[in-house]
């Protein structure tokens, strides 16, 4: 691991800080932020340096901060329109921080994915060829029992619902739906916490 590895620069910084660039930057200046320099010039804190300076603080350290790693969540759906719509949620700075995320369009290529990697969370679809939905939430529950699942479908009928009832997911949400809904409920299956 080199020196800048896990190191944030003071837009980064004020972007998760909620603060101009140039506060974060007198912090460095006066010794309250420990920051190395690069060869350009830039500052950049490690990860350590920022939670120490938060708790310092008296300021609320974010969960990227207190987790070791970065959850890894598998997005499982045929369809690439919804594929690409998590990639860009899943790659914006609040995200980016938090959670890996690996997509596939194939189930079969997804089964043996989760199998190997065993992964915090699964946003699934349920009607896919090859393999659907239900029958996959069946094999993720039986071979990663701790891994959590979240149904992303336009087919969330009564029958269907009942039927994921028997797979312990965590949530449901139905097609066409909001992104903001869609990190709540990300959030409250993987902390406990709603946002």
């Known amino acids: 691991m080199g020196i800048f590895d896990e190191s944030y620069s003071s837009v980064d910084l004020a972007k998760i800080l ?3 660039r140039v506060t974060v930057t007198n912090w460095i200046k006066k010794g309250a932020l420990k920051a190395a320099r690069t060869p350009g010039g830039r500052y950049k804190v490690t990860k350590e340096g920022l939670k ?3 708790e310092i603080q008296g300021m609320p350290v ?3 901060l207190r987790d070791k790693h970065k959850k890894l969540v598998v997005a499982v759906d045929d369809n690439p329109n919804i594929l690409d719509l998590l990639q860009d949620f899943f790659s914006t700075d609040d ?3 938090l959670y890996n995320l690996k997509v596939f369009s194939n189930p079969l290529d997804a089964a043996l994915f989760i199998g190997d990697s065993k992964p915090d969370l699964v946003l699934l679809d349920l009607l896919m060829p ?3 939905g239900f029958n996959l939430a069946e094999k993720i529950k039986n071979t990663t029992p701790d891994t959590k699942i979240i149904v992303i479908t336009g087919h969330a009928t009564p029958e ?3 039927r994921l009832g028997q797979y312990s997911v965590e949530a449901t949400l139905t097609k066409p739906f909001g992104l903001k809904e869609l ?3 990300i959030d409250e299956s993987l902390t406990g916490e709603a946002n």
Request: aromatic content about 14%; hydrophobic content about 35%.
């Open 183 to 185: 990190k709540s409920r």
């Open 160 to 162: 269907n619902l009942d």
């Open 95 to 97: 995200m980016s921080y």
């Open 52 to 54: 120490k300076f938060l």
């Open 130 to 132: 090859q393999l659907n």
């Open 62 to 64: 974010p969960s990227f």
């Open 18 to 20: 909620g603060v101009h």
